[in-house]
């Protein structure tokens, strides 16, 4: 039988720290989300503090009920409703313009829209029921660091700062959810997910994708690290495919800094074990991989030794289309060529 991590006391206790103004981490079937109650803003202003966050990057409000959304948003669409029946609760967030002075400016970082989303974990749809308001949830990392998939990654970043983080295990998807813009007149993805373009098409016709959106809101650290993020204190390369492996074993060998590969097994169990340090499973899929692309990166942290990551890519379709999305974002666009 499965047991449950977490106990109805810890749910009361969480939504009473919510609605105290504290900060509690809560599952969801992506990542772990940072919550806080969105209504109250100096509460939201130590999420930003906290995870160390630009404030002018806004937040998703995570409800439990439609009907919450049809009270901060300015009329929801057919669009939006179809949206909701196909996804939700699931990865998907959904961006819509606001009511006059819905959410304090810190919520929105000052825009008039607000990115909504119903996670798909009951712990923490009860956890927003039970605090009677919206939560704000970016992931509950340090910002710049891989998402968390395990409340263990929570703790490493936020131990001290937070009331607590509501333990549901692994989450399921282990990328964050797709962020679809529905305040414009062609529908746009800002943030590809689990939920594809493929899939939202079905549902409301055609939209477009726009990858470099999201990222243009996030403050370079240094010239030449404009997209980085999720990056691990190690060098990412990204492997293009299986069979690049070989080549880039050899090339990464001749670099005398200690190694490490993450890859499907089907690819771990063809190389000769003696030439890298150490190893992380992606699975034996796309999926799998995506899974566990934050948990092999954090894998990597633990052991300083470790300067060089060669990480297996995908094509860039469906799923792996997200996933390529992160694992660019960690390797700061950095690919393995043999050439
Ligand atoms: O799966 C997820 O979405 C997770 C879990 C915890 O729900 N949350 C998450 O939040 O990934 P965060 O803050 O790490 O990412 C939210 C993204 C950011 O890239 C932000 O710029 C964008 O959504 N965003 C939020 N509100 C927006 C708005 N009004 N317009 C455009 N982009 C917005
Ligand atoms: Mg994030």
Known sequence: METRRYT??????????????KLVAFPTETVYGLGADATNPEAV???????????????????????????????VSQQFKRLVDAFWPGSLTIILPLKHAAFDTVVTGGLKTAAFRMPNNAATLALIEAA???????????????????????????????????????TGVGLESTVIDL???????????????EAIERVIGPIRTNQHRVSATEIPKA???????????????????ATDFKA???WASQQNVPFGLMAVDQVLTQQSAVRFKDQFSLGNSVTSASQHLFEGLRYFDLNPEIKIILVQGFEKLGVGLAYMNRLEKAAGQQYFTSK
């Open 8 to 21: 109805t006391k810890q749910i009361e206790q969480a939504a009473a720290d919510l609605k105290a103004g």
């Open 45 to 75: 202003k130590q999420v930003y503090a906290a995870k160390g966050r630009p404030s002018d990057n806004p937040l998703i409000v995570h409800v439990a009920k439609i009907s919450t959304v049809e009270h901060y948003a300015a009329g």
């Open 132 to 170: 009677g308001v919206p939560l704000v949830g970016p992931s509950a990392n340090t910002s710049g660091k891989p998402s968390p998939t395990l409340a263990d990654h929570v703790l490493h970043d936020l131990n001290g700062k937070i009331a607590g983080v509501i333990d549901d295990g692994p």
């Open 183 to 197: 305040s414009v007149a062609t529908p746009v993805i800002l943030r590809p997910g689990v939920v594809t373009q």
């Open 223 to 241: 010239p030449g690290m404009k997209y980085k993020h999720y990056a691990p204190n190690a060098q990412v390369y990204i492997v293009p495919s």
């Open 248 to 250: 880039a074993i050899s």
